[in-house]
Structures are given as C-alpha cells and as structure tokens.
C-alpha cells in the first residue's frame, strides 16, 4: 500500500487515533485531522500530517482539505470520516439549537467535506470513502435521540452515495460499530451538561435512576466491547480489499440488534430496546 494517502477525521483519541496508527504502519500516508489545533500539533510531533478539520467549521473543512491535496499533488486515495459525538437526553428535554448543533458536526460536516472530495477522486480515477456509522443507525437506543438521529440521517446518506457512485470507480462503505473503548461517554457528559436541564424535566427520577448512573460512574468495560483495534482491522478490509463491503459490522452487539431488526416486530423490538 505504500503511497497510498487517506484523510481520517477524529484522531484525538481512540478509533481515529488507533485507525491512524494502523494504517501508517501498513504504508498509508495517514493526514490525521483533529477538531482542535493542539491535538493536531500532538500528532505532527508523532509525525503525521495533521490539518485541523471541525466538522462544525466549514472553513476548516475546506482549509484542511486544501492541505491534504497540496502535499499530495492532488491525490487522495480514501477518506474516513470519523469524527462525531453524542448528546445524550430525552427527545422532549433536547433543545431544538442542540439538535441543530450535533446535525452540524454529526452530519452536515461529513457531507460538506465529501462532497469536496468526490471530484478529486472522480479526476484520479480511484477512490475509497468509509462512513463510521453505529448500530445506532440500525436501531434505536432510548436516551439517545439526538445520537440516533444523526446516525440514521447519516445511513440513509451513505446508503444512497453507495447507490449514485456505482457508475464511478469511488467505492463507498459503512462501518456499524457497536460498544468500542474510547473517549465517547466523557464527551458526551460535556453536551449533557451543556443542553440538558434534567432537574426540571418531568423525567428527572428517571434521569437519576438510568442516564446518571451510566454517564458518571465508572463502571468498566460495557458487555460486547471491543478495542478500537477491532474498528481498524475492518476498515482496513474497506479500504484494501479488491471487492469492499458495503457494510460492515463490529462487535457482538451489532449483529445481534441487526439480525433482531430483521427478525422481530415492531412492539418486540421496542421491547427489547428499552431495556438497554
């Protein structure tokens, strides 16, 4: 694979950081771009190309591609959009301006910067996009709307991108991951605390007695979880095999609540969902 250059987004930590790691290992030019310019620096001294791209900035979105294609020549073999985070609450406490705010970072942003990489792929004539998707754009999860929301605006998205790109050598794929070790519930206390007023809902003994309890205590490794090893070894099977997969699940959990989408009835599923 060497020469071969990829865009990853999110590389602070966890699934960009490891994804970025494992792939300059196998010979990628790995540019690993990060929300905020001192993460961005932390991975310049470890040696990569760094651009800083904030999902909800599109001038960055198009200055950090710029950088991409200026040290390339041009060329940019694949993209992996990674980078997003979760507001958790219910959908009647979730502010209509927190939704508009994790759509931005969540959604429009990938868009906006695939959209910008599609013709540099169409003129080289090769190119790989991968979308890190969830098995919550598969099913739901209760106390996750605005999270759910996004992943399954971002499903249908890629779903269609797959569909309009077959008459081009761009090949598109999906990442499903379900509970992988990262930085995710700490980010995600930062926008509960931030949009969520639970002491006033009408859900607060609920709050206290399921949400609370799962964002602030420690309480080791959720069942299924798996490493951000896990989520790179998939990705690079998007990004190297001849014929990728359109879609791709990671972790137990995933295939379970995609094989019971398929199986079960509505009332079954939710059911079934609201216990977790």
Not at 207 to 219: G, H, I
Not at 252 to 264: E, I, K, Q
Request: glycine share 8%; charged share 25%.
């Amino acid at each position: 694979m060497t020469g071969k250059s990829i865009l990853i987004t999110g590389c602070s930590s966890g699934i960009g950081y490891d994804a970025a790691l494992g792939l300059r290992v196998r010979g990628w030019r790995v540019f690993a771009s990060c929300r905020q310019e001192a993460d961005c620096q932390r991975l310049r001294e470890m040696g990569f190309d760094a651009p800083r791209i904030d999902y909800s900035d599109p001038d960055t979105i198009t200055e950090g591609l710029a950088e991409v294609l200026a040290a390339t020549g041009g060329q940019l073999d694949a993209l992996f959009n990674n980078g997003a985070y979760a507001t958790p609450g219910a959908v009647e406490d979730l502010p209509t301006d927190a939704l508009r705010a994790i759509f931005e970072a969540n959604v429009f942003g990938w868009h906006e910067l695939t959209r910008q990489v599609i013709p540099v792929m169409r003129a080289q004539g090769h190119g790989r996009i991968v979308n890190h998707s969830s098995v919550l754009g598969l099913i739901v999860g209760p106390w996750r709307g605005a999270y759910n929301a996004t992943k399954f605006a971002l499903e249908g998205l890629t779903d269609t991108l797959r569909i309009e790109m077959r008459d081009t050598p761009i090949h598109v794929a999906s990442l499903n991951t379900g509970p992988v070790t990262s930085q995710f519930r700490k980010n995600a206390i930062k926008q509960f605390e931030r949009w969520i007023d639970w002491k006033s809902s009408a859900r607060a003994d609920q709050y206290e007695e399921q949400l609370l309890t799962r964002l602030y205590e420690e309480r080791g490794p959720d069942v299924f979880e798996l490493p951000p090893s896990a989520v790179t070894a998939k990705l690079i099977h998007a990004l190297e095999a001849k014929r990728p997969k359109p879609r791709y699940y990671i972790t137990t959990a995933t295939y379970l609540m995609g094989a019971a989408r398929r199986l079960l009835s509505t009332p079954a599923m939710d059911w079934l969902v609201s216990k977790g």
